[in-house]
């Protein structure tokens, strides 16, 4: 009789266990349909901005996990706007033997931009693992389009792990400033570009290749990103990561971002010049109010290729 209560209780614990960590799970499949549910792999989405719509309208308050298949997803681009500070995940299926692939067609499109949380104390906790992104304009954009200088939005606590992000360029000049005269454009172009206070995220394991310009970018205040155990392969103009402001205006320099065993080969357009695998960009005291702050960028442990 004791036994058996107790062992009882121990079964009672043990279901309770993953009611605990409770998730929303969608699908995505590139032979799916986003009038499909998503509920489950043979009801799956087709786009990022199906998925998106699903969650908007069903505004889930725990952590959303999408699973990815298998296959290859062409021509995809998202503005993401859901965000409930739990975290949101893109991954393929356990046990997938190959990575899903997101291929822009080089027709100029950014892969993924995260839009603006509409409350500044939600982190946005974006998880990306293991997809494959190629032939973009632009991979990863966490906070490009925010009003430089004022936003109080942050993109934070976002992991890019395990993914590889390859042919992310624009080649071809164009008159970007209406001056009459086409500019090069190479060196706008990251793979991933973290401004306006993204902070603590982590972007490792990545394998990057065939990058036009700076293959990371951190700006404006972005603080505490790491950015570990990346290969960099004919990524990079100038360097694989740099952190830059303007050297007049009121951006702030980004500190304590480390850049951290990484592997680094020549840049897009050959070697970089000595020195500049990681480099920073405008002065490093502005908004220190007189403190000390980090150093803008702690670099250790890089392998040259
Ligand atoms: C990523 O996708 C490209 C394009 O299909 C393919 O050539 C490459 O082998 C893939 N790489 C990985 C690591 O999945
Ligand atoms: C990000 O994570 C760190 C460490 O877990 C935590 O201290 C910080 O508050 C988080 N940031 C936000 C905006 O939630
Ligand atoms: C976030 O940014 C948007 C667009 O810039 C702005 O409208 C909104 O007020 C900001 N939210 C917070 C909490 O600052």
Request: charged share 20%; proline share 5%.
């Amino acid at each position: 009789m004791h036994f058996s209560r107790k062992w009882a209780a121990l079964c009672s614990v043990l279901a309770l266990g993953p009611a605990l960590v409770p998730a929303t799970t969608l699908y995505m499949s590139p032979s799916g349909s986003d009038s499909n549910t998503g509920a489950s792999a043979t009801n799956a989405l087709k786009t990022l901005k199906g998925v998106l719509g699903k969650v908007t309208a069903a505004k889930p308050a725990d952590a959303v996990d999408i699973v990815v298949a298998e296959g290859t997803f062409v021509g995809q681009s998202v503005v993401w706007t859901y965000f409930n500070g739990k975290p949101i995940k893109f991954a393929p299926p356990a046990g997938a033997k190959t990575k899903p692939i997101f291929d822009g067609e080089g027709t100029g499109l950014a892969w993924f931009t995260m839009g603006d949380s509409a409350d500044a104390a939600v982190p946005t906790n974006l998880h990306f693992i293991g997809l494959n992104v190629t032939n973009y304009w632009l991979g990863l954009d966490l906070g490009r389009n925010k009003a430089p200088g004022n936003s109080q939005n942050e993109s934070s606590n976002n992991t890019i792990t395990g993914n590889r992000f390859h042919g992310v360029k624009n080649s071809n000049p164009a008159d970007s400033d209406g001056d009459g005269k086409n500019e090069d454009l190479t060196g706008y172009i990251h793979a991933i570009y973290a401004a306006h206070n993204s902070r603590g995220n982590v972007i490792a394991n990545n394998e990057f290749k065939q990058v036009t310009g700076d293959v990371v970018r951190t700006r404006d205040g972005s603080h505490d990103n790491l950015i570990e155990g990346n290969r960099f392969t004919t990524a990079g103009k100038y360097s694989a990561y740099s952190d830059w402001i303007a050297d007049t205006g009121n951006e702030c320099p980004s500190h304590g971002n480390r850049f951290k065993d990484n592997t680094v080969g020549d840049g897009y357009f050959g070697p970089f010049k000595a020195g500049y695998v990681t480099h920073v960009y405008g002065p490093d005291d502005r908004c220190s109010n007189g403190g000390t702050l980090p150093a803008r960028i702690i670099e250790t442990g890089t392998v040259i290729q």
